[in-house]
C-alpha cells in the first residue's frame, strides 16, 4: 500500500527530529490522523467518552463499597453455582466472559473478510457473533433471575449492604444494555452485508451518504470496547 | 515531509487534497430543507433560537426572584417552595440550555464548518438528531412547569438527599424530569460533539493547519473535548439518582430520619454525587468560557484591524485552562465536609489556572494596544466581556482560597462572583457573537444604534446589579434565601440596595427586548450587509454567496495560505489579507529566504 512505502524515511531521522516530524503532521492541514477516516475517528472519540460513562460507574461502585458499613457480600459465594451437586464458583461467568471474548474474536474475523469483499463470510461471522451476544445476554438475564429469586432487589438483599444489588443491577445492566444495542447494530449491517448494499453505494448505517464496507471495522470497534469494559467489570465486581 | 506546513505564515505550496469531497445529502422537499434539516448552518440556527426562547423563560424566573427579593410577599404565589423552584430552574437553564447548547450547538455549528473551509459537519445526520433530542429535553425540563406540584426546587446543583426527598418542592415529579431532561440532553450533545470533534480533526480545507485555526474554533473544539468527558458523571450521577428516587436505592442517600420518621434509605454517600456533579460542574464552566475566550480574541483582532497578540500562546493556554480544570472540581466543596489536605490541594490548582487565564487577558489588551479600534457593537460587548471576566476572576481568586471562601461560601458573594464571570461575561460574548456574525447569517445589517443602546444598558445594568452583590455576600446575606424577614445583623440600608437591583435587573431584562426587536426588524428592514463588511479574514466572510448557501462552497473548496490574523500587514494594499489570498511576490520571497 501506498503509505507503507513511505514508512522507511522516518526511521533514519534523530529522535527530537522524528518527535518534531510527529507534531508537524499532527497540527498539518486537512487531517490530524492521517489515514484515518471520519466515522473511525469519531468511534474512538465516541469510545473515550463512553470510557468515562463506565469509568463514573466503576468509580461510585468502588466509593459505595468502601464507604459502607455493613457487610459486602461474598461475590464467590453469591455467583456460584450449583451443578452436580457441586457449588463451583462464579462458574456462569467464567462462561460467560468466555463467550464474549470469543465474539471478539469472530468479530475480528468479519473485519477481515469485510475488506476482502467476501460477502458471505462477513456475513456469517457477524451473524455468529450477534448470537454469542446474545448468548451473553441471555446467560445474564438468567443469572439476574436467579438473583432475583434469591431476594436481591435494587434496594436490598439477604447478606449484607443493599449497595450490592444497587450497583450490582445498575453495572451489569448498563453493560448489558451496550451488549444489546452491538447485537443490534451487527444484525443490521449483517444484513446490508448480505444485500451487497455496500457494493451498490447504497446508503450507508446512521447517514445519508452511501455507506462502505468500514462501517464493519467500526462496529468492531464498539463491541471490541463492550467485550475489554466487561473485563474490568468482572475484575472490579466479581473477583475484588 | 517537503509539504508539511510548519508555523502559520504565508506558505506558497499547499499539499494535495487528502480528503475525498463529501457526499453532500442534498434536502428535497421544504420539510428536509428548513425542519429536519442536515444542513449545520439551519440546524446551528435552530439550536440558537430553542436556546433564547428557554433563555427568555430563565430571564422571566429571574425577574420574579428579584421581585420577591426586593419586595417579599408583594407577589403572592411566591412562597418560600415557588422560590426554590425558581432559582433551580434560572440556573439549571441558563448555565445548561442556553449557554452551552447556544455555544456549541448554535456557534459550533454555525462556524466550525464555514471557519474551517468544509461543506459541512463529518455526519450531518447525528448532527440533526443532535438537535431534535435537545429539543426534546428541553421540552421535558418544560413539561415540569406544569406538574401538579412544579419543577424541582432543589438548587441547580441538585444536591441529595434533599433533592429526592419529600417536602422539597417538586419531589414528586419535578425532579424525575430534571434528571430525564438531563440525560437527553447529554445524549444529544454527545451526538453533537462527536461532530464538531472530528470535523475539526479530520476535515478542514487544504492549507488550514491546526496553528493556523481561528482562535474561536480553538475555544470549541477544545470545550466540546471537554463536554465530552465532563457530562459523562453528571449522566451517571443523573441516573443514579433517578435510581434512588424511583427504585429506593440508596447510592446517595444516608439513613436519614424525616419528622420523627425513619426512611428506608441507608449506607449512601451524598458526597459521592457532589464529586460527581463537580466534576462536572468545573469543567462547565469553562465549556461556556473557553467558546466566550476564542471568539472575543476574532472580535477584537477584526475590530481593532491589528493580529491577535501571542496567537502560540494563546492557543497552549486555552489548552491547557482546559486540562488543568479536571483537577480543580473539590474548590465547590470546602465547606461540605471533605478531608482538609483535600482542600489544600484543590485550593492550589485552582491559583494556577489563574496563571494562563491571566495571560489570556494580557494578551486581549495588548492586541487592543495602539490598535485601530472600531468601537462597533461586536467590540464594545468583547471590551464588556474582558472586564466582566477580569471581575469575576479576581472575586474568584478570593473563593478558591479556603479560608476566604469557608465565610464567604452561600452568601450573596458567590452569587456575585459566579454571575459576573460565567453569567455575564459569556452572555456578553454571544450578543457580541450575533451582532458580529448577524450579516453573514442573514445578509443584512443591524441597527447600529439599537446595538449600542442594548450594549450600554446591559453592561453598565449588569454591573449596576450584581457589583452591590459582593457587598450584601460581605455583609453575610445567604444566597436561596427568598427573605431575610426580620434578621438582626441585617442593616436597613439592605432593603433600598434589593430595590434598587431589582428594578436595574427589570429595565436590564426588557432591554433584551431591543435585542430581539432589532433582529426581527433588521430581517427585513437592515441594510444589504454584503459578503464582508467587517473586512475579516476568516473563511467564513469569503464564502461565494451571502447567506451561505448549501455546501458552503462553490465548486471549489477554498485553499487557506496564512493564519486567521493577517491585519494591517505593512505594505498590503489592503488592511486585512484573507486567509485564503495566495501570498503576494513580496511574501514569497520572504518565505524563500
Ligand atoms: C438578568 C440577569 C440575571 C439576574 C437578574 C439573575 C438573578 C439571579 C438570582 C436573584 C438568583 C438567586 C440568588 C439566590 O437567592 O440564591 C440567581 C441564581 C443563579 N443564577 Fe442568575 N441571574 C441572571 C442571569 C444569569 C445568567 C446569565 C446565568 C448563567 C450562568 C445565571 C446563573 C445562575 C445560577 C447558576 C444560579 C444559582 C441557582 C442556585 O442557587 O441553584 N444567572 N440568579
Ligand atoms: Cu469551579
Known sequence: MARAAMAPTQTALPRQARWRGMIADWSSDQRAFKGVSWGKAMMWVFLLSDTFVFGCFLLSYMTARMSTVEPWPNPSEVFALTIGGAEIPLILIAIMTFVLITSSGTMAMAVNFAYRRDRRRTAILMLVTALLGAGFVGMQAFEWTKLIEEGVRPWGNPWGAPQFGATFFMITGFHGTHVTIGVIFLLIIARKVWRGDFDRGAKGFFTSRSGRYEIVEITGLYWHFVDLVWVFIFAFFYLW | ?593
Open chain 2, 1 to 593: 515531509m517537503a509539504t508539511t506546513i510548519h508555523g502559520h505564515g504565508p506558505a506558497e505550496t499547499v499539499p494535495p487534497a487528502e480528503t475525498a469531497d463529501v457526499e453532500l445529502y442534498h434536502p428535497h422537499s421544504w420539510i428536509t430543507r428548513y425542519v429536519f434539516s442536515q444542513d449545520a448552518k439551519v440546524i446551528a440556527i435552530q439550536y440558537s433560537l430553542t436556546a433564547m426562547a428557554i433563555g427568555f423563560v430563565a430571564l422571566f424566573l429571574s425577574w420574579l426572584m428579584r421581585l420577591q427579593l426586593a419586595f417579599p410577599g408583594a407577589l403572592e404565589f411566591i412562597d418560600a417552595d415557588a422560590y426554590y423552584q425558581y432559582i433551580t430552574m434560572h440556573g439549571m437553564i441558563m448555565v445548561v440550555y442556553l449557554l452551552t447548547a447556544l455555544f456549541l450547538g448554535g456557534f459550533g455549528n454555525y462556524l466550525i464548518p464555514l471557519m474551517l473551509g468544509a461543506r459541512d459537519m463529518a455526519f450531518p445526520y447525528a448532527n440533526m438528531l443532535s438537535y431534535w433530542i435537545y429539543l426534546l429535553a428541553v421540552l421535558v425540563l418544560v413539561a415540569s412547569f406544569f406538574t401538579s406540584d412544579g419543577p424541582t426546587g432543589a438548587g441547580w446543583t441538585l444536591y441529595p438527599p434533599q433533592a429526592i426527598l419529600p417536602n422539597t418542592p417538586g419531589q414528586d415529579l419535578g425532579i424525575v424530569l430534571m434528571l430525564v431532561s438531563l440525560a437527553l440532553f447529554i445524549i444529544g450533545f454527545t451526538m453533537g460533539g462527536l461532530n464538531y470533534v472530528v470535523t475539526v480533526l479530520q476535515g478542514r480545507a487544504r492549507g488550514m493547519t491546526l496553528m493556523r485555526m481561528p482562535l474561536t474554533i480553538w475555544g470549541i473544539f477544545t470545550a466540546t473535548v471537554m463536554a465530552l468527558l465532563a457530562f459523562p458523571a453528571l449522566f451517571v450521577g443523573a441516573v443514579m439518582m433517578l435510581f434512588d428516587r424511583l427504585l429506593g436505592t440508596s447510592f446517595f442517600m444516608p439513613a436519614i430520619v424525616q419528622m420523627g420518621e425513619q426512611l428506608s434509605y441507608g449506607g449512601g454517600s451524598p458526597i459521592l454525587f457532589q464529586h460527581l456533579f463537580w466534576f462536572f460542574g468545573h469543567p462547565e464552566v469553562y465549556i461556556v468560557a473557553l467558546p466566550a475566550f476564542g471568539i472575543v480574541s476574532d472580535l477584537i483582532a477584526t475590530h481593532a484591524r491589528k493580529n491577535i497578540f501571542g496567537y502560540r500562546m494563546m492557543v497552549w493556554a486555552i489548552v491547557i485552562i482546559g486540562a488543568l480544570s479536571f483537577i480543580v472540581w473539590a474548590h465547590h466543596m470546602y465547606v461540605s465536609g471533605m478531608n482538609p489536605y483535600f482542600g489544600f490541594f484543590f485550593a492550589t490548582t485552582t491559583l494556577i489556572i489563574a496563571v494562563p487565564t491571566a495571560i489570556k487577558v494580557y494578551n486581549w489588551v495588548l492586541t487592543l494596544w495602539r490598535g485601530d479600534i472600531h468601537f462597533t457593537p461586536p467590540m464594545l460587548f468583547a471590551i464588556g466581556f474582558i472586564v466582566t471576566f477580569l471581575n469575576g476572576g479576581l472575586t474568584g481568586m478570593f473563593l478558591g482560597n479556603v479560608v476566604v471562601d469557608v465565610p464567604l461560601s452561600d452568601t450573596m458573594f458567590v452569587v456575585a462572583h459566579f454571575h459576573m464571570v460565567m453569567g455575564v461575561a459569556p452572555i456578553l460574548v454571544i450578543f457580541g457573537a450575533i451582532y458580529h456574525w448577524y450579516p453573514k447569517i442573514t445578509g443584512r445589517m443591524f441597527n447600529d444604534l439599537l446595538a449600542k443602546l442594548h450594549f450600554w444598558v446591559t453592561f453598565l445594568g449588569a454591573y449596576l446589579i450584581f457589583f452591590p452583590m459582593h457587598y450584601l455576600g460581605l455583609l453575610g446575606i445567604p444566597r436561596r434565601y427568598y427573605e431575610m424577614g426580620e434578621t438582626a445583623f441585617v442593616p436597613a440600608s439592605t432593603v433600598t440596595l434589593n430595590e434598587f437591583i431589582t428594578i436595574t435587573a427589570l429595565v436590564v431584562g426588557a432591554a433584551q427586548f431591543l435585542f430581539l426587536f432589532n433582529m426581527f426588524w433588521s430581517l427585513r428592514h437592515g441594510r444589504p450587509a454584503g459578503g464582508n463588511p467587517w473586512r475579516a479574514t476568516t473563511l467564513e466572510w469569503q464564502t461565494p454567496q451571502t447567506p451561505p448557501a448549501h455546501g458552503n462552497w462553490g465548486r471549489e473548496l477554498p485553499v487557506v495560505y496564512r493564519w486567521a490574523y493577517d491585519y494591517s500587514v505593512p505594505g498590503a494594499a489592503e488592511d486585512f489579507i484573507p486567509q485564503n489570498q495566495p501570498p503576494s511576490p513580496t511574501e514569497r520571497r520572504e518565505a524563500a529566504t
